[in-house]
């Protein structure tokens, strides 16, 4: 069965940087980010194909977050910088086994994380 572990939540202050990792047990995966803040609905915040040669962003973290992979150790990273209070809430990874990507429907994705917490505030 595959697994995803996230890791590298934590509090920072605003216009601070964290980066988030996500690694996936098997073989390799598009993998994408979602987020959910407290009485918010889950959003889509990045993917990555499985080749790593395409990348999406949702318009409010793009020229701030960046999201690569390490094929060797199967683990997507997710790049977080100028952070705001707005980017708070529990950072997902979710997995699937196809070529393509997509950040707009998190039910497409088969596989997700537990989950790791970013809290941006001073």
């Known amino acids: 069965q595959t697994q995803l572990e996230e890791s590298g939540g934590g509090l920072v202050q605003p216009g601070g940087s964290l980066r988030l990792s996500c690694t996936v047990s098997?073989?390799?995966?598009?993998v994408a980010w979602f987020r959910q803040a407290p009485g918010k609905e889950r959003e889509g915040v990045s993917c990555i194909t499985v080749d790593g040669e395409s990348t999406k962003y949702a318009d409010s973290v793009k020229g701030r977050f960046t999201i690569f992979r390490d094929k060797v150790k199967n683990t997507v990273y997710l790049q977080m910088n100028t952070l705001k209070p707005e980017d708070t809430g529990m950072y997902y990874c979710?997995?699937?086994?196809?070529?393509?990507?997509?950040?707009?429907?998190?039910?497409?994705?088969?596989?997700w994380g537990q989950g790791t917490p970013v809290t941006v505030s001073s």
């Open positions: 979710a997995a699937r086994s196809n070529i393509y990507c997509y950040i707009e429907d998190g039910t497409w994705y088969n596989n």
């Open positions: 098997g073989e390799l995966y598009s």
